[in-house]
C-alpha cells in the first residue's frame, strides 16, 4: 500500500524531448508538491498545489508544466529537456498545515 | 527570500560518537520539521517543533528549537551505522504552505 507513488523510478531521455512523471498519493492529502533534487543534494521546492490549485511556483523555467486533474495526482510535464534537468524529482503530499510531509520514491531523470 | 541555512554539509564521524546539525533562519518559523534521507532513499519525517525552546527527544536523537524560533538543532548520541544518511531541517513560516529545506547535512559514519 504505497501511500505517495511516482512513476516512473528511472528515466534516461535525449536532450531536447518531452517527458512526464506522475505521482499518485492514497493519503487523502489536500496539499502536493513537486521537489527537484541535485546532484548535491539540495531540495528545492518546484510547485504545490491544494485542492487541484497552484499555490506555489518557485522560479522554474516554464518548459516545466504541472497538472493537478484531481486531489490524488499532481503530474509533472517538462518540455525540450536540458542537460541541467538531470536530476531526482521528488513527489510529496501532505493533510492541511503544520503537518509532515510524505515524500514518493522519487524519479531519477538522466538527460543525455 | 524565506531561506534555511543549514550547517555542517558534512560530518564524518567515528562510531560511538556524537553528531550535531544546525539550522537557522533570518526570519521567525511558525514551525520546523526535521527528515532524514537514507542513500538512495527518500526524505522521510522525523519531527516537527512548533513551541519557542522546545525540545524533543527520540531514543538517541535530540531536537531543539530555539527561543527566537529561528533555529534548530538535531544532535545524536553515541551514532550507529544505521543513522548514516543526510538530515534535512525545513521550515515553514505563518500563512505560508511551502515548505523550505535546508541545504542537509551528510552524515558517514566510521566503523
Known amino acids: 500500500d504505497t501511500a505517495v507513488s511516482q512513476t516512473p523510478k528511472y528515466l534516461v531521455t535525449q536532450m531536447g524531448n518531452d517527458k512526464s512523471i506522475k505521482c499518485e498519493q492514497n493519503l487523502g492529502h489536500d496539499t502536493m508538491y513537486w521537489y527537484k533534487q541535485d546532484s548535491k543534494k539540495f531540495l528545492k521546492i518546484m510547485f504545490s498545489y491544494n485542492n487541484k490549485e497552484l499555490i506555489i511556483n518557485e522560479t522554474v523555467p516554464n518548459r516545466f508544466s504541472p497538472k493537478s486533474p484531481d486531489k490524488a495526482h499532481l503530474n509533472l510535464h517538462i518540455n525540450s529537456l536540458e542537460l541541467g534537468d538531470s536530476a531526482v524529482y521528488f513527489c510529496?503530499?501532505?493533510?492541511?498545515?503544520?503537518?509532515?510531509?510524505?515524500f514518493g520514491q522519487g524519479t531519477r531523470l538522466t538527460v543525455v | 527570500g524565506q531561506q534555511v541555512m543549514q550547517i555542517p554539509q558534512y560530518q564524518h564521524v567515528q562510531e560511538g560518537e556524537d553528531f550535531t546539525t544546525y539550522c537557522n533562519s533570518s526570519t521567525t518559523l511558525s514551525n520546523i520539521q526535521w527528515y532524514k534521507q537514507r542513500p538512495g532513499g527518500h526524505p522521510v519525517f522525523l519531527i516537527q517543533?512548533?513551541?519557542?525552546?522546545e525540545v524533543k527527544k527520540q531514543k538517541r536523537l535530540t531536537f531543539q528549537f530555539g527561543e527566537a524560533k529561528k533555529n534548530s538543532s538535531l544532535h545524536i548520541t553515541a551514532t550507529q551505522t544505521t543513522d548514516v544518511g543526510t538530515y534535512f531541517c525545513a521550515g515553514a513560516w505563518s500563512g505560508n504552505e511551502k515548505l523550505t529545506f535546508g541545504t542537509g547535512t551528510r552524515l558517514t559514519i566510521i566503523p
Open positions: 517543533l512548533v513551541k519557542s525552546g
Open positions: 510529496a503530499s501532505k493533510l492541511g498545515t503544520n503537518t509532515e510531509a510524505f
